[in-house]
DNA sequence: TGAGCTGAAATTGCATGCACATTTCGATTT
DNA sequence: AAATCGAAATGTGCATGCAATTTCAGCTCA
């Protein structure tokens, strides 16, 4: 059983939200060190867990275990199952383990699609309401990646693209679209993972951006929407290859 | 202080989980009983009472009355607590109590536009999925309500469009967006309650209704999404009287 | 052989208790 | 009288413990 090292979390530095039976109470509480709660800590890294992959849909989270591998009592982890829970990311039943969600086909379908809607509403939107400034930090991000293409960096490009998005989220200036859509990206993320993998990906993928962003800089709304729309799409058949391969739920702990 | 009464919840039959020290083990858990975990319970009772507006925003929810109110611990609580958080009903920070979400006004706004963009996009899905059944089902309902704009029954109509909407979400085919677009009308509820009282809001619904219903039956998909946006917009611009004239935070317990 | 039963082990649901944080309110000072 | 300080009161964060449910290995019997 390796146990959790919360300070590998985000960068910050970990300290225990209760001082207690500790010498050094004057350390100032969680001024400095932005971490929140033990809850917060452990949803981070519970999501960020099963959204990079490193646990797989269909595999158990049983209460005792997570709180030995974190060091705490199974409240606070009873807490962050409910949390994950509501967020989609687990699945559970009364008097059940937790389960890390195992999409069905269908429905993983019907979240690619409303991701594409998602994501064209927010570039049509973006086209539309985007600043000058935005506009024009979107466009130089995006000629600045042609190097990852040229260069092949898979790892740098997919933080790139991630950014990208990001942008365009925010663009649509309509906080709760950028929730529901950032929400719906990170339960596909563990689905969408391995996709600049395949060959020629990350040429298509920069095209692809290339229109949404050449339609967002002359505010031609209804393309940015139909550039988007049709990127996701893409990105969704990549994926697709991928998600049929897993074998959901082989791996039961 | 009041205490709760589990059993008036959706009128289903209530009993506790935890059959502790009672002599009747042999009936089916919950197979008849549909009510589930404590818990459960407590996250629909609660947001029932900040959706219909028995709690208003800026309220205060500490955990040790509500535990009293339901007569559990505190345990229960918390995690009802944080699921309510999750589903953006309360706000929650750490070491205060939590608190009936008061939403900024811009944020309402940015929740009526996405309500907006979703039910265009649920209206251009149903105009091109629905099946015939699902079609005449929504055109016969529809024009059964007539009745009830011609008796000006508020109540009633209220219902109606409730279901007219949902027929929408599920005519979509998408069970993401239908989620997506549920769960945001549910955290506007608060704001939209009273816009059927607003003289001639009743027939001016129905109209709406109306065109949107027609545009789903000829199969004209950008008509209806067209239709569904200015619906919803509507209602926006009805329910924003009341919006700003609640004097946010002004109840506090 | 295998389907059903049984009881112990594993695991979840909730109550209780204590440490720490925040808020409240009165005493003291200016 | 207003402002400030500090201690009690109120409330949250988490640990621990017990009852109830689920799971599963071993057993029974058709």
Known sequence: MVKFDFARLSGHVYAKTTMQNHPLKQIRRREIIRAGTT?????????????????????????????????????????????LGAMGLIDRE???????????????????????????????LSAERMTVDERRTLELEHKASMRLVHAGAQEEYAAHNTEFHTRLYRGAHNDHISEMVTQTRARLAPF??????????????????????????????????????????????????????????????
């Open 94 to 124: 009364p008097n059940r383990s937790a389960v890390v969600t195992n999409v069905t086909e269908t429905y993983l379908h019907s979240m690619f699609e409303a991701m594409a809607e998602l994501e064209a509403i927010c570039a049509r």
């Open 39 to 83: 809850v917060e800590q452990m949803v981070r890294a519970i999501a960020d867990m099963i959204v990079t992959g490193q646990m797989l849909p269909g595999e158990k989270l049983d209460e005792v275990s997570l709180a030995a591998r974190f060091e705490v009592s199974r409240t606070p982890v009873r807490e962050a199952l409910r949390e």
């Open 192 to 253: 969408r993972r391995a996709q600049f993998r395949l060959p020629g990906r990350l040429a298509k993928s920069y095209e692809e951006h290339g229109r949404i962003v050449s339609a967002i800089m002359r505010a031609d709304g209804a393309a940015a929407a139909q550039a988007a729309y049709s990127h996701v799409e893409m990105v969704s058949d990549a994926s697709a290859v991928f998600a049929t391969g897993m074998e959901p739920g082989a791996r039961n702990a």
